[in-house]
């Protein structure tokens, strides 16, 4: 597997050796242009000026008779090989002494016939060198008499412009060269961060939270370090939880089984003819067992929200009167303790798609934490209240309330408050759960010595 530097450092490389490359073939396309561009421009000046000449002071003879005559006075102001030739492109004289047989075909001379400056670069099959070819009609008047042909290698150039390639190639091997050893000094000193992290990563993994990750930079890397960090920070926040949690539900799980056993002993050995005895210990048996059926009931309630096996039984509920039966059902503890519930509906409120059981349970567990810290001759307020697109339920107690460094963790899982009454963690936890299965949300706002506020926002329609 290629480790991310080997790949950024490849990347680097590719691109500059790609662009180095792009950029020779543009520099030295557009050098061999400038050369060849020059060598046709002075061929065609030249030829320009013989065409001229001729035309001005030798049209009125006969070409073959100029030629015949060795009137060569309107083409010696170049160095090129210099062909006349008829209209039918039969050779009448070659500068150099040659009889090519191929130029019927060459397109400059066709050109030329049509009268125009002709121009043609090509490479004859006897040769490697490249010839540039010129053609211009001789006229007398309008009427062509013969062409006159101007051709030149460029064999000079080719080599010059090769000789100025080669030294754009050995430039090119050292601006790749060097570009590759600065693509690997980057390519470490981006990728040596990104090292730290995994390691510190790979620590975290192996359950060692209490390990930190140095923050190398303030760039993406520093930040991931940070995130990282907190992120261990939270994990050992949670491992910590979840051992308080343990040790609170063991403890919530071994007071009544201890009560239970010592009953049922004290039971054995009483006298059978204590009724009283037998009838008090026989009801603390049964509540303790109910307290723990409740306490187990609560487990399988959060084991079943964490692994998202809980499914909700929905039907359309009328919130008001699952509220006045809930008021009733309080009522008795209420007044023992001297607390009065108040229930207050503002406005028709319609039915709601609920699973009745599970809102039931919510409701019924944010009461409980209100009676139990709110203090005698203290008041639960409940109000029901609606918006275009939600019911809202507000249950307000004027109790002993929440510690600021409690209130933003109570809906957490395994969170146990620090007042002495809190109980094993997972109550308002299960219930933020249940609320976000009905698409709603739950806030919980309070003031220590104050009272809890407790806000419930279920949509109206959630089918």
């Not at 043609?120 to 008499?145: F, R």
């Amino acid at each position: 597997m290629k480790s991310i530097r080997n790949k950024i450092t490849l990347s680097y490389i590719g691109i500059i050796i790609f662009t180095v490359f792009i950029s020779q073939i543009i520099v030295l396309t557009s050098i061999r242009k400038y050369f060849y561009d020059n060598a046709r421009e002075l061929l065609s000046n030249q030829i320009k000026l013989s065409a001229e000449f001729y035309s001005t002071y030798l049209s009125s003879i006969d070409i073959k008779e100029n030629v015949e005559n060795d009137v060569d006075i309107f083409w010696k102001n170049t160095n090129a090989e210099v062909q006349i030739l008829d209209t039918k492109g039969n050779l009448l004289m070659d500068s150099m002494g040659y009889s090519p047989k191929d130029i019927k075909s060459s397109k400059d001379f066709n050109q030329a016939l049509l009268g125009k400056l002709g121009f043609y670069i090509h490479k004859p099959a006897n040769s490697n060198e490249n010839i540039m070819s010129i053609s211009i009609p001789l006229k007398n008047g309008e009427k062509i008499q013969g062409i006159l042909r101007f051709v030149s290698s460029l064999n000079k150039i080719d080599k010059h412009i090769s000789s100025i390639a080669f030294y754009f190639i050995l430039v090119a091997i050292v601006v790749i060269i060097i570009s590759s050893i600065i693509s690997l000094i980057l390519s470490r000193k981006i990728t040596r961060p990104l090292k730290e992290i995994t390691e510190g990563a790979e620590i975290f993994a192996s359950g060692k939270f209490k390990e930190k990750i140095v923050k190398s930079s303030n760039d993406e890397f520093g930040k991931l370090a940070d995130t990282l960090n907190y992120m261990s920070e939270e994990l050992l926040k949670t491992e910590k939880l979840k051992t308080e949690f343990i040790a609170s539900i063991s403890h919530e799980l071994r007071t009544p089984l201890t009560s239970i056993k010592g009953w049922t002993i004290a039971l054995s050995l009483c006298d059978p003819k204590s009724k009283s005895e037998f009838e008090d210990g026989l009801r603390i048996i049964e509540e303790e067992t109910d307290r723990l059926s409740s306490l187990v009931e609560e487990l399988l309630d959060f084991s079943k929200l964490s692994s998202g096996k809980i499914t909700l039984k929905k039907d359309f509920v009328n919130i008001y009167e699952l509220l006045v039966y809930l008021q009733k059902q309080l009522s008795p503890r209420a007044s023992k303790d001297n607390i009065n519930i108040f229930l207050e509906c503002k406005g028709t409120i319609p039915d709601i798609y609920v699973d009745i059981n599970r809102l039931k349970q919510v409701l019924m567990n944010i009461l409980d934490n209100s009676l139990k810290f709110t203090s005698n001759g203290g008041e639960i307020k409940i109000v029901l209240s609606c918006t275009d697109d939600h019911v809202i339920i507000t249950i307000k107690d004027n109790g002993c309330g929440i510690p600021p460094d409690d209130l933003p963790r109570v809906t957490e899982k395994f969170y146990k408050g620090k007042n002495s009454n809190s109980k094993n963690g997972i109550g308002l936890s299960i219930c933020s759960e249940i609320i976000s299965l009905h698409n709603g949300t739950l806030k919980i706002l309070s003031e220590e010595h104050k009272g809890t506020e407790a806000i419930i926002t279920l949509p109206l329609q959630t089918f």
